[in-house]
């Protein structure tokens, strides 16, 4: 008989009751009487709640008023969705500059031209739509997230991180911005 050994704690979703690690949820924390706040890195104190990073579950959440239930405060989704897109977004600018101290980063055009499996594209506004999809097909990561808000890369708005593993922070920060962006409150 084969025993499942645990890979660290889990918790469930509020909106889906799917019981996940807890590295996987976005945790949220009542840090008054009358604000829940994003936990980031998970680890604020306080009274928290668990919720997928999926734009549906955000969608539940509202409609059932989990938040509300888990957290004895009344929340609006929405505005807690905007809030983790937000963070998420920053953060993930940040962790570039990591990449880029190493010369793993490949700027403006030539970006889509250099990108191979492994490698994670990042852009905003107005590029070769047809590359994109090429790119996806050929295993490379593609998000559209907003890069030119951010003051130290200047111009541009298109980013190529070479060497991104799937268990990477990056990595992850990506992926959950795209599932929360792929859906939304008001659509």
């Known amino acids: 008989m084969k025993v499942r050994k645990s890979k660290g704690p889990f918790r469930q979703c509020i909106a889906c009751r799917e019981v996940r690690q807890k590295g996987e949820?976005?945790?949220?924390?009542r840090v008054s009487t009358r604000m829940v706040t994003f936990?980031?890195?998970?680890?604020?104190?306080?009274?928290?709640?668990?919720i997928c990073p999926d734009a549906a579950c955000f969608i539940k959440a509202e409609k059932r008023a989990s938040f509300q239930k888990a957290l004895g405060v009344p929340v609006v989704a929405s505005d807690l969705l905007s809030d983790v897109l937000k963070t998420l977004t920053e953060d993930l600018l940040k962790r570039i500059f990591f990449y880029r101290a190493r010369g793993e980063v490949v700027e403006g055009e030539?970006?889509?031209?250099?990108?191979?499996?492994?490698?994670?594209v990042l852009f905003s506004g107005e590029i070769h739509r047809r590359r994109i999809k090429e790119m996806r097909q050929?295993?490379?990561d593609v998000l559209e997230i907003p890069l030119g808000h951010y003051a130290d890369l200047g111009s541009q708005d298109l980013l190529c991180v070479s060497n991104?593993?799937?268990?990477?922070?990056?990595y992850k920060d990506v992926m959950r911005i795209g599932m929360l962006s792929s859906g939304g409150l008001n659509s």
């Open 25 to 29: 949820l976005l945790r949220f924390v």
């Open 39 to 50: 936990d980031l890195r998970g680890r604020m104190p306080g009274r928290g709640a668990y």
């Open 110 to 120: 030539y970006a889509l031209y250099k990108a191979k499996p492994g490698d994670l």
């Open 138 to 140: 050929e295993g490379i």
């Open 164 to 170: 991104v593993k799937e268990d990477s922070w990056l």
